[in-house]
């Protein structure tokens, strides 16, 4: 049925119906080593590499629990304005999973470590708070690679390999409470979440929050009612939306067959579903599985957690400045409009100008090289802004020189050109490449003189008080100098002769 459903306009979904949304996002900690076992956790080894008989599953394996782990699952309930359980304990989750080898997986159930907390996240203007249920934690599952077939899944494959290697590693789990009320602004109340929860994760320190790469992860549950009735439907699940873009995207896509089958007499079937990048579609997975289907019951091989109240406070005062707040500070120290701001968020630079601003650079032109000069050559090299090869304190360098007329941004750009291919700080650069600019009056007044000379029509024009055409001179000088002339000083000695 879902295969033939009709997609309602999204304007007829809000005029009928009352979404409501459900965000379980997974967090990928970046410990050193596994949640019950010290097998490291590097990304891209080679497979089956980094396993051992705990998270192999291997009869007679015991589990232990990793400290920096619940270190980070306490920094993040903090983070999120969570209660910190002064006593919790594991569970074992019952279920047939091939990439799971024990078959269940160890995580928290009725218990969590952190609960009963929440996030505001601000959408064109209006706040929408969203509930945190719980952040419990637990571990990740291996990675199954589907070959032979034409989409990487496991229908139409030929053979299937598993990959223990992320067997194990560190989960947060972050679950909401329904979130209602949003109506139109949904898919992008959803967006703004999973976007403040990553920033939230990346501020902590506690995982590189690569959605890319999996270290996080959004399950977009959403569940429609008709207008006004103040019920919740039935809810489908949409497993490891991988981007911000598809999390609104999975979102509107789920409103709007949801809609299809309840304004065609159908009953929606309450399933995980997975969402498909190329065409922001969603297709069935699993019939969904209610919690007493996973036959959960305690962990019998690990002991209980119960962080001490003084360890809660400690971790406490370890936690960053609220990035939501950072940026609106951020932005009125920095006198950045709006749309400044955005764009400066947008390419991800807000902490790579932040960082040259503390070298020294004044914030406009922080932004000027970060978001035009650098972002262009990340670009043209397919890599992360952060990632271009020039440190912050190296443009707040480049742009010293600038600020006390030694090169000019012209000059500047062959300066990055220079840290790029590892010739030294922008002062030996300067240095070894001539590039400081001329403002010796001899050397100077011969261009001058050459360009007038070069250009008797334009001299004549600036002699009969058009001053303006001084620029063209000025031009010829600085073609004759290679960018190296002072432009104020080359402007003042032509007026001085022609004028």
Not at 277 to 283: I, P, R
Not at 428 to 437: D, M, P, S
């Amino acid at each position: 049925m879902a295969a033939t459903t009709e997609l309602v306009d999204f304007d007829e979904v809000i005029a009928k119906f009352d979404p409501a949304m459900g965000l379980e996002i997974h967090v990928e900690l970046n410990t050193n080593t596994k949640m019950f076992c010290g097998c490291p956790t590097a990304f891209g080894a080679e497979p089956n590499t980094q396993v051992c008989p705990t998270c192999l599953g291997l009869p007679g394996a015991m589990p232990v629990v990793n400290r920096k782990a619940v270190e980070s699952a306490i920094r993040i309930g903090l983070a999120l304005n969570c209660e910190i359980a002064e006593w919790c304990r594991f569970a074992r989750k019952n279920y047939f999973y091939p990439d799971m080898p024990k078959n269940f997986q160890t995580s928290q159930y009725d218990e969590p470590i952190a609960f009963d907390g929440y996030l505001d996240v601000d959408v064109e203007g209006e706040t929408f708070r969203v509930e945190i249920e719980r952040a419990h934690m637990e571990e990740d599952t291996g990675k199954s690679t589907h070959v032979g077939g034409s989409d990487g899944r496991i229908h139409g494959a030929d053979y299937s390999l598993v990959d223990y290697n992320r067997a194990g590693i560190p989960l947060i789990e972050i679950v909401t409470r329904p979130i209602l009320g949003t109506g139109d602004k949904a898919p992008l109340v959803a967006k703004a979440y999973v976007s403040a929860i990553r920033d939230l994760i990346v501020a902590l320190g506690v995982s590189d929050a690569r959605m890319d790469q999996g270290s996080i992860r959004a399950d977009v549950n959403l569940s429609l009612a008709p207008k006004g009735s103040g019920g919740l439907g039935t809810r489908s699940e949409t497993k490891n939306v991988n981007s911000l873009r598809s999390v609104e995207r999975a979102v509107r896509y789920e409103m709007g067959r949801h809609a299809g089958i309840l304004l065609a007499g159908g009953s929606v079937l309450q399933e995980t579903r997975h969402f498909h990048e190329n065409d922001g579609t969603t297709s069935s997975g699993r019939e969904k599985s209610d919690a007493e289907d996973y036959r959960y019951f305690p962990e019998p091989d690990l002991v209980p957690v119960a962080p001490s109240r003084e360890w809660v406070e400690e971790l406490r005062a370890t936690l960053p400045e609220n990035p939501a707040a950072k940026r609106v500070r951020l932005q009125k120290e920095w006198g950045f409009s709006d749309l400044e701001m955005r764009d400066t968020i947008g390419a991800g630079a807000l902490e790579l100008i932040e960082e040259t601003v503390a070298a020294g650079a004044a914030p406009q032109a922080a932004r000027k090289w970060w978001l035009s000069e650098l972002t262009r050559r990340a670009n043209d090299t397919g890599v992360e802004l952060a990632e271009v090869g020039v440190t912050p304190v190296q443009v707040a360098g480049v742009q010293a020189l600038v600020d006390t007329g030694r090169i000019n941004d012209k000059l500047a750009r062959q300066v990055f050109d220079g840290l790029i291919a590892g010739e030294g700080t922008p002062e030996e650069i300067v240095a070894a490449r001539g590039l400081e600019i001329v403002s010796d009056d001899g050397a100077l007044s011969a261009a001058v003189d050459k360009a007038i000379e070069a250009n008797p029509d334009v001299a004549d024009k600036i002699r009969d008080g058009k001053v303006a055409a001084a620029g063209a001179l000025i031009g010829a000088v600085m073609k004759e100098m290679r960018g190296q002339a002072d432009a104020g000083r080359v402007r003042e000695l032509i007026l001085e002769k022609l004028a």
